[in-house]
């Protein structure tokens, strides 16, 4: 099982990245996939989640409008769109892969650094 994230990198206040997380190893179109961050001193947190054949999405509050999360099934790859980015949105962010209560899957990171 492989979660591999990229897109991450220095962007100034009010700019835009894209996220990837390219997915193998097991049967991606079965899982809930999710973007969490965490930023030095405090604890990881939920960013946004898709849902498997619904693709329904929830987003933390702090990121509605700013952030969209989306999925392709084919290339086995989550997205995260963020925009008007923040310097507190400054944060190391995980692709999470969940299947049932056993099955959980972690990348390892990319950087996401917001700052003038």
């Known amino acids: 099982v492989q979660l591999v994230e990229s897109g991450g990198g220095l962007v100034q206040p009010g700019g835009s990245l894209r996220l990837s997380c390219a997915a193998s190893?097991?049967?991606?179109?079965?899982?809930?996939m999710s973007w969490h961050r965490q930023a030095p001193g405090k604890e990881r947190e939920l960013v946004a989640l898709?849902?498997?054949?619904?693709?329904?999405?929830y987003y933390a509050d702090s990121m509605k409008g700013r952030f969209t999360i989306s999925r392709d099934n084919a290339k086995k790859t989550v997205y995260l769109q963020m925009s008007m980015l923040e310097p507190e949105d400054t944060a190391v962010y995980y692709c999470?892969?969940?299947?049932?209560?056993?099955?959980?899957?972690w990348g390892q990171g990319t950087q996401v650094t917001v700052s003038s």
């Open positions: 999470n892969a969940r299947f049932g209560g056993s099955h959980d899957f």
């Open positions: 190893g097991f049967t991606f179109s079965a899982y809930t």
């Open positions: 898709i849902g498997t054949y619904d693709r329904s999405t």
